[in-house]
């Protein structure tokens, strides 16, 4: 199957703070997702990206399908933005990456 | 709009009782559905996803079956539960290729 890796694992920042997280992927996919797991495990959609960027925000994303990875940028992070950050790739099912913990402090 | 409800959000059961989780989908026809699984800590896993009613594909032996009765109504289920199968369990849902995978609220399983 397909491998979905994120980089960094575990990420602090000072609320305000700009970060970039990081989704590589082994193969050629139909699409991409960005989620946002909660706290209370809700997972949030952010993006649903096959290419190109998209902005929605203070959040926004980059896929570049060609050459295999996807960015996701977070700008004037607050508190709130804390939470795990999931990349996940399509093809006939949703296969994830293991997730980038953000912790943003105030 | 589509809504995807599941239920119920934590369960606490022993060892050797029975499980079913249930998922059922709003505002959408024919939609894909799925169930994950995820581990303390972890990533998630895709356990059963269904294209159509009666239809049923398994990722992963294991302790649960699936169960599509009705279009949008999912029931993940376990004739007796193990301890390792305690986790977070979440329902999803897709149609074709426009709009990603919206997931359920999720259900917090503890086997005791």
């Known amino acids: 199957g397909i491998q979905v890796e994120q980089s960094p694992p575990d990420l602090i920042l000072q609320e305000g703070a700009n970060s970039t997280l990081r989704c590589n992927f082994s193969?050629?996919?139909?699409?991409l997702q960005w989620f946002h797991q909660n706290p209370w495990g809700q997972l949030i959609n952010l993006f649903y990206?096959?290419?190109g960027t998209k902005q929605n925000g203070r959040l926004s994303a980059t896929t570049v399908a060609t050459e295999r990875y996807s960015l996701l940028y977070i700008s004037s992070s607050q508190t709130t933005d804390s939470g795990v950050y999931f990349c996940a790739v399509v093809d006939y099912k949703l296969s994830f990456g293991a997730g980038t913990t953000v912790t943003v402090r105030a | 709009s589509q809504t995807i409800h599941q239920w119920p959000a934590t369960l606490v059961q022993p060892v050797g009782s029975p499980l079913s989780l249930e998922c059922t989908v709003e505002g959408t026809s024919n939609p894909n559905l799925y169930w994950y699984r995820q581990a303390a800590g972890r990533g998630l896993q895709l356990l059963f996803y269904s294209v159509g009613i009666g239809q049923i594909s398994s990722e992963v032996p294991q302790n649960l079956s699936a169960s599509r009765p009705q279009d949008r109504q999912f029931i993940l289920s376990s004739k007796k539960l193990l301890l390792s199968d305690s986790g977070f369990y979440l329902c999803?849902?897709?149609?074709?290729?426009?709009?990603?995978?919206?997931f359920g609220s999720g259900t917090r399983l503890t086997v005791v």
């Open positions: 193969d050629s996919v139909n699409n």
């Open positions: 990206i096959p290419s």
């Open positions: 999803a849902w897709s149609v074709g290729d426009l709009h990603g995978y919206t």
